[in-house]
């Protein structure tokens, strides 16, 4: 009679895991927790007007407002906090603004002087935080260095100001003796000011 030979099946122990360097952990971690804050923003309709207005902060600024028109009609918020710059390319942001499909609403947040003056009081709701400022006065037109230059510039600058004269007569209540004393000056308003001279729709007391 043959016995039926019992074969014993070895296990092999569970390999312990290997622990990460410390480093490796860290960095694990933060990517975690890594987040494009600025397409954030942008999902949620928010753009951002900082520092000096120019040739390449209109592109940036129009572009963002051009496709976010495109995805939906909701309102984009358009946040202010700049001492101005340009002329021509602040009414580039303007008229891309105004002829949008969707209402762009403008948050001063910081400080609206000169050209970023001029591009908050034109949004469709104008709003401004309890802390901020608002300013407008005469423009700058540069240096020529023929006196026929210096007339044709004298002109354009004419043309300038009675644009502005207009742009600000239609979007504010100020009076004619406020621009023209921002003409010859700075004329500086505070939140309850702007509010009413019609300047914003409203105070944000955050």
């Not at 951002?48 to 028109?69: R, Y």
């Not at 009076?175 to 700075?186: F, S, V």
């Amino acid at each position: 009679m043959y016995k039926k030979r019992i074969t014993k099946t070895k296990i092999a122990p569970n390999k312990p895991i290997k622990e990460q360097p410390e480093e490796k952990k860290e960095e694990i971690e933060l990517l975690k927790y890594e987040i494009d804050v600025d397409q954030i923003l942008l999902h949620q309709r928010n753009v951002f007007l900082t520092g000096e207005i120019n040739e390449a902060k209109a592109h940036s600024i129009n572009q963002k407002l051009l496709a976010l028109s495109i995805i939906d009609k909701r309102p984009i918020a358009m946040w202010i906090n700049s001492r101005g710059g340009s002329i021509s390319d602040g009414f580039a942001i303007i008229d891309m603004m105004r002829g949008l499909s969707c209402p762009v609403f403008t948050f001063i947040n910081g400080s609206a002087f000169s050209m970023g003056a001029l591009i908050s009081i034109a949004g469709h709701r104008r709003i401004i935080t309890i802390n901020s400022k608002w300013m407008i006065h005469d423009g700058f037109g540069g240096i020529c260095d023929y006196f026929k230059k210096w007339k044709d510039r004298a002109n354009h600058m004419k043309d300038l100001d009675r644009k502005i004269t207009r742009h600000v007569k239609k979007y504010t209540n100020l009076t004619d003796e406020e621009i023209e004393y921002a003409k010859k000056g700075e004329l500086w308003l505070k939140p309850t000011q702007c509010k009413k001279k019609g300047v914003v729709d409203l105070i944000a007391r955050v």
